[in-house]
């Protein structure tokens, strides 16, 4: 059994910060690639950011400069670092992780998301 629980969203003003975090628990073997997505109504589930498990990371347009990821991997977590919000940004934020579980199965993995909120 593998869970993604999410943590960290909430309301902000534009301008202001929140930091995700999001943690695989349960048999799991290994975490190999990490990613942040995200979904407002009515739109399409995109990709902002992801990192390998040796910490190489890639960035949408939308969020460079702006977001950054990162990752534990002794506490199998991933984070995201979201800076100079902007309304735009208001969405569900959603984590992913490919692992291996106890039994070395490898599948994809999602947590139930979060919801992210940027006033004007």
């Known amino acids: 059994q593998v869970q993604l629980v999410e943590s960290g969203g909430g309301l902000v003003q534009a301008g202001g910060s929140l930091r995700l975090s999001c943690a695989a628990s349960?048999?799991?073997?290994?975490?190999?690639?990490m990613g942040w997505y995200r979904q407002a109504p009515g739109k399409q589930r995109d990709l902002l950011a992801s990192?390998?498990?040796?910490?190489?990371?890639n960035y949408a347009d939308s969020v460079k400069g702006r977001f950054t990821i990162s990752r534990n991997n002794a506490k199998n977590t991933v984070y995201l670092q979201m800076n100079s919000l902007k309304p735009e940004d208001t969405a569900v934020y959603y984590c992913?992780?490919?692992?291996?579980?106890?039994?070395?199965?490898?599948?994809?993995?999602w947590g139930q998301g979060t919801q992210v909120t940027v006033s004007s």
């Open positions: 992913n992780a490919d692992l291996f579980d106890d039994d070395l199965d490898y599948a994809e993995y």
């Open positions: 349960g048999s799991i073997f290994r975490v190999n690639a």
């Open positions: 990192i390998t498990i040796e910490g190489n990371t």
